[in-house]
């Protein structure tokens, strides 16, 4: 497929983030757009609170590939806000009702 010119889209990985990218959204038509043109995509966090990672953990899921996202940064933080998605040997499971599955502690 043809690729638009530019040094972003000569990588053959892109690592996508919504706190950098201005939100859930722009992050995912970026991804979309990317993987259109045979760019794999991951999603980071940015160090974000407990809402953030579970937020970033539904965007990796979304992408629907099975490369390693950048999602267990919550240890990195002295207190958060509540339980963030628990990642182990490299996986988390994300609820199956509706929202992102953050809960307040």
Do not use: Y
């Not at 979309?32 to 160090?47: F, N, Q």
């Not at 950048?70 to 628990?86: I, V």
């Amino acid at each position: 497929a043809d690729r638009p010119d530019g040094p972003l889209l000569d990588a053959l990985l892109a690592s996508v983030n919504g706190t950098v990218l201005g939100g859930a959204r722009r992050s995912m038509a970026l991804a979309k757009d990317l993987m259109s043109h045979g760019i794999e995509c991951v999603v980071t966090t940015t160090v974000e609170a407990a809402p953030g990672r579970w937020l970033v953990a539904h965007c990796a899921a979304a992408l629907g590939n099975d490369l390693a996202h950048g999602l267990d940064t919550g240890d990195w933080l002295a207190s958060d806000l509540g339980l963030g998605p628990a990642v182990i040997a490299g996986r988390c499971r994300l609820p199956l009702q509706p929202g992102l599955g953050f809960r307040f502690t």
